[in-house]
């Protein structure tokens, strides 16, 4: 039987389709898909339950963001982004986080420190640009990285205060619609409540979740709306196939291969959070743990950018008008695989983390 929240991401299915044509042209999520992310509890899946969150084990987490992404990956990206910026919940002051999530709010969140932190006696004061501000339109609380003498923190601000401005620049291939233009803050006024950083500070919620990395969630979400991406392509061939009867041989035999390299890069993708999961229900992720989770989540990215480009040609023709599903699953792809966190670079790290012969990085 589905999880319900799977099964509650899988019921807007229809709708993000719907929107889709309109997320490229607008380069935003349309409001209908907004408020409907919201009222699924969307929003909440890694928020901590402390906060009224879902706080769902990561398998959960892969499989609704497949289920987004297999009909718009637009809508899924801007739910990873924001469910990561949830994360950061627990490490801000617990008033204040309280105050940020009573109404679900849809976060936009960079972690890069782009920006710079100036204290000004109990306040302080931000000024920075950050890009990649992925849902910045919906937004109505910025979490952004920042230097303060060096030491990088998170700051967290409403999107009304004076001084936050988003600057359009999202234009890529893919992924349009999640909006993901600049943000800028000139000379923004924090209280020191909204400022706090994951590398020198434990979070305020011992929740198993918290004790999952931050960055092996966010590499877990990126690389699950790559597999999402990929699902969608594979149901477009599978119908085209069936479509094509006893004459779609290769078009089977295409599909059944891409099918198969889907379900092993997810089942390792699962498997690899779910045994972190399960070291977090007791205690920190073992370094070995968190190895796997990253190359997991790497196999998956890259496993995805291949199967989609490989269903892409199956599709033949039909595949080829900008706004097909497949040439919107490519485009999108591409875009997903740039993401650092599924960069080819963090493979050597995650491999000496796996075999347990080197330092953990922060990173990891």
């Known amino acids: 039987m589905s999880d319900p929240i799977v099964a509650a991401a899988a019921a807007l299915r229809p709708l993000l389709a719907d929107h889709a ?15 409907a992310i919201r009222d699924a509890g969307l929003l909440r899946l ?92 919906h937004a109505s609380w910025v ?90 392509a594979l149901d477009h061939v599978a119908a085209a196939a069936t479509a094509a009867g006893k004459d779609g041989g290769a078009l089977m035999a295409g599909y059944a291969d891409a099918l198969a390299r889907w379900r092993a890069a997810r089942g390792f993708l699962v498997e690899a959070g779910a045994l972190a999961y399960a070291d977090a229900l007791t205690g920190p992720v073992a370094p070995r743990r968190r190895g796997e989770l990253r190359l997991a989540a790497l196999h998956a990215a890259r496993e995805a950018a291949a199967l989609v480009a490989t269903l892409f040609t199956l599709g033949g023709g039909g595949a080829v008008p900008r706004r097909s599903p497949l040439a919107r699953a490519l485009a999108d792809v591409q875009v997903m695989r740039t993401h650092r966190m599924v960069s080819d670079r963090i493979g050597p790290a995650a491999a000496r983390a796996a075999l347990g012969v080197g330092p953990v990085p922060p990173e990891l």
């Open 143 to 232: 979490l952004v990285g920042a230097l303060a003498e060096g030491r990088h923190v998170v700051v967290a601000t409403p999107t009304t205060a004076p001084g936050v401005a988003v600057v359009d620049t999202w234009d890529p291939i893919g992924l349009r619609g999640t909006g993901s233009h600049d943000l800028t803050l000139s000379d923004v006024a924090v209280p020191a409540a909204a400022l706090t950083s994951v590398f020198d500070r434990a979070p305020w919620c011992d929740e198993p979740l918290t004790r999952v990395p931050l960055f092996g969630l966010l590499a877990v979400g990126v690389a699950a709306v790559g597999l999402g991406l990929a699902r969608g």
């Open 46 to 137: 890694l928020l901590p339950r402390a906060l009224d969150g879902l706080a769902v084990a990561p398998p959960v987490y892969v499989d609704a963001l497949i289920e987004l992404a297999a009909a718009d990956g637009a809508t899924a990206w801007v739910v990873m982004t924001a469910s990561t910026s949830t994360l950061l919940a627990g490490y801000l002051d617990r008033d204040l986080a309280t105050a940020i999530w009573r109404d679900q709010p849809l976060l936009a969140g960079v972690f890069a420190p782009n920006g710079r932190v100036v204290t000004d006696g109990a306040d302080a004061r931000v000024t920075g640009r950050w890009a990649w501000a992925s849902g910045c339109r």
């Open 21 to 35: 044509d309109a997320h490229d042209r607008d380069r935003a999520l349309a409001a209908p898909v907004v408020d």
